[in-house]
């Protein structure tokens, strides 16, 4: 008869033991449910969606979260005292970011997998210790699994900031196998500015009609067309295509002395604005005098004249050679030399 209460006595046991468990799962699913729902309301609170942390928020969204937690985030690291510096292109890059977010909530529907969010050195250094960022820009991945924020938690490469947005949604799609789809741009005028540029471009296209039939264009103007020449000359020869797809600085601050401006950066592996426009203006001398000597002189009948001219232009256009050589000499290393005959030596 004893046997009977020991058998009641497990089963009670074991009942106590299910319901225990049942409800740790329950509240461990409830909590993962708050912390999901107030990611959503600080992300509604955004414009572009991306959510602002700070030390207190990384701590409760993950560093005291358990893996695996329901959601990831992408986390954009900001530094607002080097906003100044052009080479890094951080508000640049965080306005890619932005429209990322804004693109992946509206093409997933307010999807709780992943949540973008931004932090702020000076708001947040122990967070920027916890993740171990030691340079910009930074930005990382913290997955459902990620145990530790500094050794479990993905970069992104560098190459991926180079088409921005578009280039940003290929590291998302293949780390997180979800899919970010198009990036929704703003338009390049906005309607209020259209409602002022559609009446005046209304007004202004009476006026060109008038030209256009009365042949009194730009278009058929030869000065027009040789200062768009010239202009296309100088763009072409003086790198400005290179400097605005890489956003090159016209000029840098000298480290050593703020109060000194850099024009000419030592090394080949950069080029400031400044560098190209002047060895832009060097090219466009010497095209313009051999221009002129191979359309204007040779019409010229005085042959003192023309002797004087060709001097002139030789002398002159042997001079601003010998600076971009001089120039490429000091930048790169290599030392670009005249290959006189053996006998000459």
């Given at each position: ?24 799962l ?6 993962e ?9 600080l992300?509604?609170?955004s ?16 560093a ?14 900001d530094a ?11 508000k640049?890059l ?21 949540f973008f ?9 122990s967070?920027f ?5 030691k340079?910009?820009?930074h ?11 500094k ?5 992104m ?21 979800l ?6 741009r ?7 500015q ?18 256009i ?23 072409s ?9 890489r ?20 090394g ?24 002129f ?9 005085d ?34 030399h ?8």
């Amino acid at each position: 008869m004893a046997i009977f209460p020991a058998k009641l006595h497990l089963h009670l046991l074991l009942a106590s033991f299910n319901i225990v468990s049942v409800f740790l799962l329950t509240a461990g699913s409830e909590s993962e449910s708050v912390l999901v729902n107030d990611l959503l309301a600080l992300q509604s609170q955004s414009t572009s969606g991306v959510i602002h942390l700070d030390d207190s928020t990384v701590s409760r969204f993950l560093a005291s979260t358990t893996a695996p937690r329901p959601y990831s985030l992408l986390i954009f690291f900001d530094a607002a005292q080097l906003h100044d510096k052009t080479e890094l292109r951080l508000k640049e890059l965080r306005k890619e970011f932005g429209l990322l977010a804004s693109s992946f909530i509206e093409n997933n529907n307010r999807s709780t997998k992943l949540f973008f969010c931004d932090i702020e050195f000076r708001e947040s250094q122990s967070s920027f210790h916890l993740f171990g960022v030691k340079s910009f820009p930074h930005i990382g991945l913290v997955g459902e699994a990620a145990r530790s924020m500094k050794d479990d938690s993905e970069q992104m490469d560098q190459s991926y900031f180079s088409l921005m947005a578009e280039s940003m949604a290929e590291f998302v799609e293949a780390r997180t196998k979800l899919t970010v789809g198009t990036i929704h741009r703003p338009p390049i005028f906005s309607k209020q500015q259209l409602t002022v540029i559609v009446p005046i471009l209304l007004i202004w296209s009476q006026f060109m009609f008038k030209k256009i039939f009365t042949r009194e264009t730009l278009l058929l103007d030869p000065k027009a067309w040789l200062a768009g020449a010239v202009f296309v000359y100088f763009f072409s020869v003086s790198g400005a295509m290179h400097n605005i797809i890489r956003n090159m600085p016209m000029f840098l601050v000298d480290r050593n002395d703020p109060s000194k401006l850099i024009f000419f950066y030592q090394g080949s592996g950069i080029q400031l604005g400044a560098e190209g426009f002047f060895i832009g203006f060097l090219y466009t001398v010497v095209g313009l005098l051999l221009a002129f000597v191979t359309h204007f002189l040779v019409w010229v009948k005085d042959t003192t004249v023309k002797r004087v001219a060709m001097i002139f232009v030789m002398l002159v256009s042997f001079w601003a050679v010998n600076k971009v050589i001089s120039l490429d000499n000091w930048k790169t290393g290599y030392v670009v030399h005249a290959f006189w005959p053996s006998k000459w030596n």
